[in-house]
């Protein structure tokens, strides 16, 4: 890599690579969530995830790259970790709260990612790609609350 724009695709791909693994892992998340609100939090955030893989297949489509090539090894380590937590033995109230932290992490290291090429996108001028890369953002950013507050407001509760 020799510029921003080389890194820029990197790090497209890198995130690309990222939402098709959460896809394959957050039906598994799903069918562990023991709360009716949290299970409906994850599907909704699987559709959504679903169309974060799309955005980046048109960005990439726009920027005449192929988004395939990449492995996140950060995404593999992090559903890595949230399967052995479910591999625990635990009540379903601390198994809730449990996901919860698992699913916030990974939330958290997209917004990360986004965060950083919406950043590029704009230096290097590609606005409408940066609107593209912001709306993602900004629904990761959404998930994370939802999953706070159902936190906060009584799963983490129930698990005292
Ligand atoms: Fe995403």
Redesign the pocket.
């Known amino acids: 890599m020799k510029t921003l724009k080389d890194l820029f695709e990197h790090q497209l791909k890198d995130l690309y690579s ?2 098709e693994q ?1 896809i394959n892992a957050l039906p598994k998340m799903v069918e562990n969530a023991k709360d009716e609100k949290l299970k409906k939090a994850f599907t909704d955030h699987l559709e ?2 679903k169309g ?1 893989k799309r955005r980046l297949e048109e960005v990439c489509d726009e920027l005449g790259i192929d988004p395939f090539g990449e492995t996140c090894k950060a995404m593999q380590g992090l559903i890595k970790e949230a399967e052995s937590f479910l591999k625990e033995d635990m009540t379903d109230a601390v198994k809730n709260a449990g996901i919860i932290g698992e699913a916030q992490r990974v939330e958290h290291y ?1 917004i990360s990612g ?1 965060g950083t090429v919406c950043t590029y996108a704009e230096e290097l001028g590609y606005n409408d790609i940066a609107k593209k890369l912001k709306k ?1 953002l900004d ?2 950013y959404g998930s994370d609350d939802k999953l706070k507050k159902l936190a906060k407001d009584r799963l983490n509760e129930k698990a005292m």
Request: charged share 45%; no cysteine.
């Open positions: 990222a939402e959460l959504e995830t974060h997209e986004y993602t629904e990761e």
